[in-house]
């Protein structure tokens, strides 16, 4: 839909960077945010009444969406994930790599960076805000639907290849902080401006201080895929929920974690620095049946996808606007917190504060609008209806 060079959008609630504000008018202008106002100014007005409007979702650990995935290493298929993330509310995301050999987790990343050189002006999907390393640093123990043949130490030189190939664009990389190679890795990367995260692991405790110590800072989809919360070991569970000042992704599908261990994690971190993700694997969006995800065999079943064996998950079939509503829903935390989960709180955990997941004059206008129930209503990108 091709809206005026000019528009508000009158609503009943607005999550703005600040505050919680409304009723009121948001004002684009040219594709950016303009500014919120009270009075009804002089262009024209979509009227969405009692809506929440709010930032743009971010979905910073995502594989690929509606038959498209990072291991295809398409372009033009990435670029069909993003329209589809785009209808469902995710108007950012970071493409993410599975465990593989480094050859083709370079042909992964080239294969991101040319989807997203390939985006003209007009295009509306879901933009890529960088690529996340899922691996193949992590251990066996948690590896989880990680291929166990490509499973390596952390190494600097391999990421630094990886680098080039994306064109500067990966933000996040994972692994597992019980490798003797962990800290000088962390510490290397992160003086580089990547966020490493840790999971996949069964590191204790102090392993895990070690890694935030050198600058990781972000657990991956906690509780699964790590070693538990034990009270004589806290692990890497216990680390995700005692560290100051780092985040924990959460997977809020309802399978992957119960919501009862959703509102503990919460409690625990505050919601401040809990970033929902979906983990959704290439065949989020299809109907049920047998596809291949990460060089793995898996089983879409009733919403939930599991390794064809049927051993463990294999990863969510998530869509972020409805992780954010089960929050709302289970009752563990507010519309407003809800929405700046997805948005503000997802954004800073990857470092990408600077452009995604705020309602800010000058920002490109990439926001949706919720019903009072936190149903997804309507999506803009770039001041486009999506």
Known sequence: MQMSDCFAVHAEKFVLAGRLAGPGYLVVRDGKFDGYQTSEPSCDVLEFGDAWVGAGLVDTHIHGFYGHATTDCDADGMNEASRQLAHRGTTAWLPTTFTDSVQNIERQCAAIADA????????????????????????????????????????????????????????????????????????????????????????????????????????????????????????????????????????????????????????????????????????????????????LPVVLKDGVCWLADMSALAGSVLTLAEGIQNLVRWDIVTPEQAIRMGSEVAARSAGIEDQFGLILPGRNADFNVYAPDLSLQATFVGGRRA
Not at 150 to 162: G, H, I, K, S
Not at 180 to 186: F, L, Q
Not at 198 to 227: I, K
């Open 116 to 295: 997203n050189d390939a985006r003209d002006q007009g295009f509306v999907g879901a933009r890529i805000a960088g690529v996340y390393l899922e691996g193949p640093f992590f251990t066996l123990k948690h590896k989880g639907a990680q291929n166990p043949k490509y499973l390596v130490a952390p190494n600097y030189d391999d990421f630094a290849l990886w680098q080039r190939a994306a064109r500067g664009l990966i933000r996040k990389s994972a692994l597992a902080p019980e490798y003797p190679e962990a800290r000088e890795y962390v510490a290397r990367v992160t003086a580089e401006g990547v966020v490493c995260a840790l999971g996949h692991s069964d590191a204790t405790y102090e392993q895990c201080l070690a890694a935030v110590d050198a600058g990781a800072s972000v657990f991956v989809h906690t509780y699964n895929g790590m070693r538990g919360l034990h009270h004589r070991e806290p692990g890497v569970v216990g680390a995700a929920m005692a560290t100051e000042g780092t985040y924990a992704e959460l997977i809020c599908d309802g399978h992957h974690v119960v919501p009862a261990a959703c509102k503990a994690l919460i409690r625990a971190k505050g919601w401040e620095h809990v970033a929902p993700i979906t983990d959704c694997l290439g065949c989020g969006g299809l109907p049920d049946g047998s596809y291949m995800s990460g060089g």
